[in-house]
């Protein structure tokens, strides 16, 4: 019943949508929150101009025999759902914002005279639990998250008997105790592998988009998430990118998801021409992956033929062909 994301094509599906809801709650005896709900579309006019919030129709939802208005939102501008910012151009600032604030929370409970094993069970039931709710699909690192987390983790360590300063915290962490990181990426990759074996087509097209955002990182012909990380290309700025990192670390791989397809026979991948990470880091800065575009690579070849890049793939073909195309 709660925190319902529905996707539309159209305003008016939206709000068919929200009546059709509204009438499932009302048969459930549910309570609808109208200021916890938005909306937020984005349509344009027979210019190609894109309307403003207050051309946009509103979207009304019915309760207890009352139609309520549902904010409406600007195209660009960020959107709560499911805990987190939607707004792709955003920074995590206000995910670690709020992870403090926990952390001080606990810190003061922690602070207070409890025994160990209380102080483990809020640790691991609770505490865990909503960190990685914030920080689920968050493009934070270790040390953010540790940072944010120092306040409660320095009290939690005082509950255990641990000198604050003199233990070390991968030692900790080592015991079983207080650890958050690991922890997290099992979860981002438990979710990832849900979505993509989901009944739900939208679940399986989202986790099959961020799993091909990252192949246009890493071009590869295999699943991306049985892929060595490249760690002289550098990182792709994506969450699935931080969670490929620490797979490998961990030595984890996840076979059966699909590489870059060739686009006709006897097409040939860029990558395998070369075989160090450095070449290769090299050599995917000099294309860009956009498919079925041809690209600003040519090279000649003894035997008369030449080749283009197309999405990623090397095609060759001879002259003659070339110049019929």
């Keep these: 019943m709660d925190d319902k994301a529905p996707l539309a094509d159209?305003?008016?599906?939206?709000?068919?949508?929200?009546?059709?809801s509204?009438?499932?709650?009302?048969?459930?005896?549910?309570?609808?929150?109208?200021?916890?709900?938005?909306?937020?579309?984005?349509?344009?006019?027979?210019?190609?101009h894109i309307l403003t919030k207050a051309q946009l129709n509103t979207v009304l939802i019915p309760i207890a025999g009352e139609l309520k208005e549902v904010e409406m939102l600007a195209h660009d501008e960020a959107m709560r759902t499911l805990g987190e910012?939607?707004?792709?151009?955003?920074?995590?600032t206000k995910a670690l914002e709020e992870i403090a604030i926990i952390a001080q929370r606990f810190s003061q409970l922690f602070k207070a005279r409890m025994d160990a094993d209380v102080a483990v069970y809020l640790w691991n039931k609770v505490l865990v639990a909503k960190v990685c709710y914030k920080l689920l699909f968050a493009t934070v690192s270790q040390t953010e998250m540790d940072k944010a987390l120092r306040p409660a983790f320095t009290a939690f360590k005082r509950c255990l008997s641990f000198q604050t300063r003199g233990?070390?915290?991968g030692l900790i962490h080592a015991c079983?105790?207080?650890?958050?990181?690991?922890?997290?990426?099992i979860d981002r990759l438990s979710t990832l592998l849900r979505c993509l074996e989901s009944r739900r087509e939208t679940l399986r097209q989202a986790a099959?988009?961020?799993?091909?955002?990252?192949?246009?990182?890493n071009p590869t012909r295999s699943g991306i998430l049985e892929e060595p990380y490249n760690w002289e290309r550098g990182w792709s700025k994506g969450w699935v990118g931080q969670l490929?990192?620490?797979?490998?670390?961990?030595?984890?791989?996840?076979?059966?998801?699909?590489?870059?397809?060739?686009?006709?026979?006897?097409?040939?991948?860029?990558?395998d021409l070369v075989s160090s990470?450095?070449?290769?880091?090299?050599?995917?800065?000099?294309?860009?992956?956009?498919?079925?575009?041809?690209?600003?690579?040519?090279?000649?070849?003894?035997?008369?033929?030449?080749?283009?890049?197309?999405?990623?793939?090397?095609?060759?073909?001879?002259?003659?062909?070339?110049?019929?195309?």
């Design 244 to 271: 490929r990192q620490w797979m490998m670390k961990m030595n984890i791989k996840v076979h059966g998801c699909t590489g870059l397809q060739p686009r006709r026979h006897g097409d040939k991948l860029l990558i």
């Design 208 to 217: 099959q988009a961020m799993l091909h955002a990252e192949l246009l990182w």
């Design 85 to 92: 910012l939607t707004s792709p151009g955003l920074t995590w």
């Design 167 to 169: 233990t070390s915290n």
């Design 22 to 48: 509204a009438a499932f709650c009302k048969f459930h005896e549910a309570i609808i929150s109208v200021p916890k709900c938005a909306t937020q579309a984005l349509e344009r006019n027979d210019e190609g």
């Design 176 to 185: 079983g105790f207080g650890e958050i990181w690991h922890r997290l990426n």
């Design 10 to 20: 159209t305003i008016e599906t939206l709000r068919r949508w929200y009546h059709s």
């Design 277 to 325: 990470d450095e070449d290769k880091a090299g050599l995917h800065g000099g294309w860009e992956p956009i498919a079925g575009s041809v690209l600003a690579f040519r090279s000649s070849h003894s035997d008369g033929a030449t080749s283009n890049t197309v999405g990623g793939w090397l095609m060759e073909e001879s002259v003659e062909q070339a110049h019929h195309r």
